[in-house]
């Protein structure tokens, strides 16, 4: 492929950064409203709509940046191989893409549904735990090794990128636990009204989540900043 076909696959990559970020800045904001006990049960409810709606976006980023990280990989010059051996052939490429609309296909749904169809959630859930414990065994391998997979550029840059791409898949799922309890809570209120109970749950909920959207937060400004900058590549 030419310059001009790997720079839109640059674009890509950009934009899914973008979107992930800013939609999660949406769902934080969106979440104020959601555990503010002086509005109304049904502006809380419109907010909560809003939240679940603007959380989608990140959720198909998250599982775009794998095939289209990966495709940047198999068309950088300095790619890797082994024993002269493309490790990225477009074959390889395609079936990861494939595995990613797939999962993709999980996670809308299981969005779409809030986790009630347990075949699709627990497909969803071993994907995630597959990429995330795959993942950071290569990552950790890109940082520490020599020359990973012959590639001579020290690409520790790329390694660090995928590592906090697993935290942030990782964090997800800290949300996804600390959530457990919402949903009950909010269908108290809906049902019964407001208690000093169900208030308490509904915060203790959406607060739990703060580390881990921090941690997303992080990990994804700082995966952009690794693959922009490269720190350390000998390019």
Known sequence: ??????????????????????????????????????????????????????????????VLFLPSGLTLMALDPHGASLFGIALFPWWFVASVWVFALIWLALTVTEHRTHGRLAAVHRGDLAIRIVVVAGMAAGGLYTLFAHAPFGVTTNPKWLGGKII??????????????????????????????????????????????????????????????????????HL
Request: proline share 5%; net charge positive.
């Open 1 to 62: 492929m030419g310059a001009h076909t790997h720079g839109w696959w640059i674009l890509l990559h950009l934009v899914l950064f973008v979107f992930w970020l800013g939609g999660d800045l949406g769902v934080f904001y969106s979440s104020r409203f959601v555990i503010n006990p002086e509005l109304t049960p049904m502006a809380r409810s419109a907010a909560l709509a809003i939240m679940s709606g603007l959380d989608l976006g990140p959720r198909i980023c998250l």
């Open 164 to 233: 906090l791409y697993c935290v942030a898949i990782a964090a997800g799922l800290g949300i996804r636990i600390t959530l457990r309890p919402f949903g009950a809570a909010f269908a108290a209120l809906l049902t019964s009204g407001s208690t000093p109970e169900v208030e308490r749950t509904l915060r203790r909920s959406i607060d739990g989540c703060l580390p881990y959207v921090w941690a997303i937060w992080g990990s994804v400004l700082g995966a952009a900043a690794l693959g922009v900058l490269k720190p350390g590549a």
